[in-house]
C-alpha cells in the first residue's frame, strides 16, 4: 500500500492548538495507513486496533513537539510502527519466544498454490514486521534496527529468512536460494 | 554448482552484493529466476489491499482531548486561586510586609494580575471555533510558553526568600505571556463573529 498524504500546514497548527476538528481531520486522513500498518505486522485484528488507538493518543498528545521536519506520515507512522513493536515485544515475553524465532504454530499444510498473503500471515510477527517495514514501507535495516533495539545484522537475517520461507510456502522455483 | 543465497538475492537488490554474487547472477539463469520472483513478490506484497479498521476509535481519542484539556483548565484555575490566596496573605500577615516586603507586594501583585487575566481568557473560550492557521498557531505558541513557565513555578515550590526574585520575573513573564493570550483570544472571538 502506498501512501502519499499531503496534509496542508494550516490543518496541522490547528491541530497543535489543540482545535478539535483538526486532529479529527488527522485522524480521519490516517486511521487506515495506521491500521493497515499495525494490522500488517500484529496477527491479531484487535492488537492493531489498540494500536491504531494508542497511536493516535500518541499523535494528540504530543503534536506539539513536530516541527514539519519530513512529512507528518513519516512522524505518524514511526508512532504507530514503535507502538506495535513494542506489543510484539509485549506479547514475546510473555510467550517467552525469542524475537528471531519462526511460529510454526499453525499446523496446517500449506500448498503451492497458497497466496502471498496467507504465506505473509505465517510468518512470525518479528519477520513479518521486518518485510513489512522494509519492503512495503521503505524503512532501512539501520532503522529498523534502531525501532527494534536490535542490530543492523538481525534485521537483515531477519529478512533473509522471511523470503526464504515465504518462497518455500509459496513452492516458488528449486535449487537456489536455499 | 552453487547458487546465490537468499542474503546473496537481497544484497543484489540493495546493490550491495560480492563481487562473486554479481557474476554468479549474471552467468546463471536460476538465480536470475530466482531474483526476478523476489522482486515479484516485493511488488506483490506493496500491491496488497488496505486493511480497514473495523470500528471508529475517534471516539475514545476525542474522550481522552477533552479530559486533558479539563486538566489544564484545573491547573491554570488553580495558579488563579493560588494567586489570590497568596495575596491575602500577604495583606493579612504584617510580618510579610518586612525587609522583602516590596518584593512580596509585587510578587502578590504578579500572580493577582494572572489570576484577572486568567478570568478573561476563559470568558473568551474560543475552543470548537474555526480558528485561521495563524491564530491557531500563536495561541499554541503562547499557551506552550506559559505552560513550561507553570512547570517551572511547581516544580520551585516552597522558595527560599533569596529566591523570590526569580519567582517573581517568572509571574511577570506569565501575566505578560497572559496579556497577549488575552489579545489573541479577542481578536479570535471578533474574528469569529464576523
Request: charged content about 30%; some cysteine.
Amino acid at each position: 500500500m502506498t501512501v502519499a498524504l499531503a496534509v496542508p500546514d494550516i490543518l496541522v497548527a490547528r491541530a497543535q492548538a489543540g482545535d478539535e476538528a483538526a486532529l479529527e481531520a488527522l485522524y480521519r486522513a490516517f486511521e487506515t495507513p495506521v491500521y493497515n500498518l499495525a494490522r500488517r505486522m500484529l496477527r491479531n485484528a484487535e492488537d492493531a486496533e489498540d494500536v491504531l488507538q494508542e497511536t493516535f493518543l500518541e499523535v494528540v498528545k504530543s503534536i506539539r513537539t513536530y516541527r514539519g521536519e519530513g512529512h507528518l506520515w513519516g512522524w505518524v507512522r514511526r508512532i504507530a510502527a514503535t507502538k506495535a513493536l513494542m506489543r510484539i515485544r509485549r506479547e514475546q515475553l510473555r510467550a517467552t519466544e525469542p524475537m528471531d524465532e519462526e511460529p510454526g504454530k499453525l499446523g496446517m499444510h500449506v500448498g503451492a498454490n497458497i497466496d502471498l498473503e496467507r504465506a505473509f500471515e505465517q510468518l512470525s510477527d518479528t519477520s513479518r514486521s521486518v518485510v513489512w517495514l522494509h519492503d512495503v514501507e521503505g524503512y532501512t535495516h539501520e532503522e529498523i534496527s534502531e525501532l527494534m533495539g536490535k542490530s543492523v545484522s538481525f534485521s537483515k537475517s531477519q529478512l533473509a529468512r522471511a523470503h526464504a520461507r515465504l518462497r518455500r510456502t509459496l513452492g516458488e522455483g528449486e535449487g537456489a536460494s536455499t | 554448482m552453487m547458487h546465490c543465497t537468499m542474503d546473496d538475492l537481497l544484497a543484489l537488490r540493495a546493490g550491495e552484493a560480492s563481487v562473486w554474487a554479481r557474476r554468479h547472477a549474471e552467468e546463471c539463469a536460476t538465480c536470475r529466476a530466482e531474483l526476478e520472483a523476489l522482486y515479484q513478490r516485493v511488488a506483490q506484497l506493496k500491491a496488497l489491499p488496505a486493511l480497514h479498521p473495523p470500528r471508529d476509535r475517534w471516539s475514545v481519542v476525542r474522550a481522552t482531548v477533552r479530559t486533558d484539556r479539563n486538566r489544564r483548565r484545573r491547573t491554570w484555575g488553580g495558579w488563579g486561586l493560588a494567586a489570590a490566596a497568596a495575596l491575602a496573605g500577604a495583606l493579612l500577615v504584617p510580618g510579610l510586609l518586612g525587609s522583602n516586603g516590596t518584593l512580596q507586594a509585587e510578587l502578590s501583585k504578579a500572580k493577582n494580575q494572572s489570576a484577572t487575566l486568567q478570568d478573561q481568557v476563559d470568558g473568551y473560550d474560543v475552543d470548537g471555533r474555526v480558528l485561521t492557521g495563524r491564530m491557531a498557531a500563536k495561541l499554541a505558541e503562547l499557551e506552550d510558553r506559559i505552560a513550561v513557565i507553570d512547570s517551572d513555578l511547581e516544580r520551585r515550590g516552597t522558595l527560599k526568600p533569596q529566591a523570590q526574585d526569580a519567582e517573581l520575573q517568572l509571574w511577570k513573564q506569565r501575566v505578560d505571556l497572559m496579556r497577549q493570550l488575552v489579545n489573541v483570544r479577542v481578536s479570535t472571538a471578533r474574528y469569529v463573529g464576523l
